[in-house]
């Protein structure tokens, strides 16, 4: 006996919740569903269900028909076969307001980004923002996305990004900051990386013969190739760009150990800062954490933004470098 559908739509639905939720009861059932089941599951009077259905049938040319032998209704089979489907977009309310917020977290990563693609789909959404139950015009005003030391985007992401997806070869311009030297490239993307605000591309560099993490918007010209782009192993790939700490890759060969105050301890606990992490509190409330790395550059800027409320007990390389950093620091305010 085929199992029935026991979902029960929410409360407080408006009449394009309840068509959403009504279609997926008769898409759901090979056979019937009574007039009580859909008042039970529409949370919902017999009038309303029956303006439901016949929204459903005459404006969305939904093939309802009467199942004789339950005195309900039932989705009649297409003529190819398959199960009929609402036309458009259809979201329930909570859906749709994840997207709309997701929509304005994506128009804030960076100007421009994928605005061609989704233009038909922004369309829609600004119809959709009118809907005034689930105040989604609000979604401006009341969304903040604070982007943390963005850098611009660069104009050769689009170019990076389709060869990354159309696992295509790159020939790269690059400028980089650390040498401040300009070099050409042969790469095959692996990556599309969006990290601290900022984009990067973990690709195999010919030059290097290795695997590298460029910064996109350092990129000065990107020219996609017709050469098939080689495909790096997936074990390999996180072997390299996440065992170790933060954006520089490698394996890691180190752990650090660092020991937070017992103010510092219960915002640090529920923080994340490396998959492969380890934390315990100690016996007088202060928080231990053990975290691997390769290079150290990127840990200490985070351990420094902790000021005196964290220690490096291990490795004794990193403690020297953080005083090192520290004395620096208190220099430049002592004369």
Known sequence: MEPRERTTAPSGMDKFDRIYHLHRFLAGRRTGISLEELMAGLNCSRATVYRTINTLE?????????????????????????VYELPGLWFTSKELQALVVL???LAELGPGLLEEHFAPLTRRFNELLKHKRLNLSETGIRVRVLALAARPLGHCFHTVTS?????????????????????????SPQHIVHYRDNWYLDAWDELRQGLRSFSIDR???????????ID????????????????????????????????????????RWHPAQSGQFLPDGRYELRLPYRDSRELIMDILRHGPDVEVVAPDSLRNEVMTRLRESLSRYVK
């Open 58 to 82: 005459h404006f969305l040319g939904a093939p309802i028909e009467r199942d004789p032998e339950l005195g309900g209704y039932r989705y009649a089979p297409c003529s190819d076969g398959r």
């Open 103 to 105: 929509q304005r977290l």
């Open 163 to 187: 060869a990354t997806l159309q696992r295509k070869k790159l020939k790269l311009c690059y400028h980089s900051r650390s040498k401040d030297e300009h070099t050409e490239r042969i790469v």
């Open 219 to 229: 990129i000065e010209t990107a020219t996609e190739l017709a050469e098939c782009a």
């Open 232 to 271: 790096i192993p997936r074990q390999e790939l996180e072997e390299y760009f996440a065992s170790s700490y933060g954006i520089f890759a490698g394996t890691a060969n180190n752990t650090a150990v660092l020991r937070f105050s017992r103010e510092r301890a219960r915002w640090v606990a529920d923080e």
